[in-house]
C-alpha cells in the first residue's frame, strides 16, 4: 500500500480512540480535535520513522502524549497563578482545620465504587486549573512517575510536588461541599 492509502486507513481507523484519549486528558473537544490532527501532520512528516516494531496505534498514542504535553506545557507558561488564600492566613497557618479531619468514610474503595462520588469527583476534577488537572491525572490516574511527569511537562519536581498538594487541597474542598456535606 502506498503512504497516503496507510495514512488514510490509520485516520480512519484510530482517530477515535486518539480522539477518545485526548478529550479525557484535556477536557475541551476543540484542542483534543486540534491535537489529534497534529497528530496525524505529524504522522504524515515521521511517516519513514515507523518502523513497524509496534502495532500503529501504539506509535500513535506515543505522538499523542507528546502532542499533549507540548500543548499543556505552552497552556502552563501562560496561565495565571491561582490563590489559595482561603486555606491560610497571613502567617501560613491553616484558617481552617476542617480540612484536616478525616471524613467518615468505612472504606476507599466504597467511595469508589459508587457511580455517584466518581460523578461528582470527576466534576471537581474538571473544575481544577488546566494545568494542575494534567499534572493529576498523569500523576493518580495514568500512574506516571513523578520525574516523568516532570520531564513530559518541563517542571521542576518541587512545582509538581506543590501542584498536586494545592490540586489535593481544591479537590477536597469541592468534595467536602458538593458530596460529603450532602450524604
Same mark, same amino acid.
Given at each position: 500500500?502506498m503512504k %497516503?492509502e496507510?495514512?488514510?486507513s490509520? #485516520?480512519?481507523?484510530?482517530?477515535? +480512540?486518539?480522539?477518545k484519549?485526548?478529550l479525557?486528558? $484535556?477536557?475541551n473537544? /476543540?484542542d483534543?480535535? *486540534? ?6 501532520i505529524?504522522?504524515?512528516?515521521n511517516?519513514? @520513522?515507523?518502523?513497524?516494531? =509496534?502495532q ?7 505522538i499523542?502524549?507528546? !502532542? ?7 497552556k502552563?507558561?501562560s496561565? +495565571?497563578? #491561582? ?5 491560610? *492566613?497571613?502567617t501560613?497557618s491553616?484558617k481552617n482545620? *476542617?480540612?484536616?479531619?478525616?471524613? %467518615?468514610?468505612?472504606t476507599? =474503595? /466504597? $467511595?469508589l465504587? %459508587?457511580?455517584?462520588? %466518581? !460523578? ?5 476534577i474538571?473544575?481544577?486549573p488546566?494545568? &494542575?488537572?494534567?499534572?493529576? !491525572?498523569m ?5 506516571k512517575?513523578? +520525574? ?9 519536581t518541587?512545582?509538581? &510536588?506543590?501542584? $498536586?498538594q ?6 477536597r ?7 460529603? @456535606?450532602k450524604v
Amino acid at each position: 500500500m502506498m503512504k %497516503n492509502e496507510i495514512l488514510k486507513s490509520w #485516520i480512519e481507523q484510530y482517530s477515535g +480512540p486518539l480522539l477518545k484519549k485526548a478529550l479525557y486528558m $484535556l477536557s475541551n473537544k /476543540e484542542d483534543a480535535q *486540534d491535537v489529534v490532527q497534529d497528530v496525524f501532520i505529524a504522522v504524515f512528516s515521521n511517516y519513514d @520513522s515507523f518502523e513497524g516494531k =509496534s502495532q500503529p496505534l501504539t506509535w500513535l498514542m506515543a505522538i499523542l502524549n507528546r !502532542k499533549i504535553a507540548d500543548f499543556y506545557r505552552k497552556k502552563y507558561k501562560s496561565e +495565571p497563578n #491561582i490563590k489559595l488564600d482561603h486555606f491560610f *492566613d497571613e502567617t501560613g497557618s491553616w484558617k481552617n482545620n *476542617d480540612v484536616l479531619q478525616d471524613w %467518615n468514610v468505612s472504606t476507599e =474503595s /466504597e $467511595l469508589l465504587d %459508587n457511580s455517584d462520588f %466518581n !460523578k461528582t469527583l470527576e466534576e471537581c476534577i474538571e473544575e481544577l486549573p488546566a494545568r &494542575w488537572k494534567i499534572l493529576l !491525572k498523569m500523576y493518580y490516574i495514568e500512574e506516571k512517575k513523578a +520525574p516523568d511527569v516532570s520531564q513530559e511537562l518541563n517542571v521542576s519536581t518541587t512545582n509538581l &510536588w506543590k501542584i $498536586l498538594q494545592r490540586s489535593r487541597m481544591q479537590l477536597r474542598e469541592c468534595l467536602e461541599f458538593n458530596w460529603f @456535606s450532602k450524604v
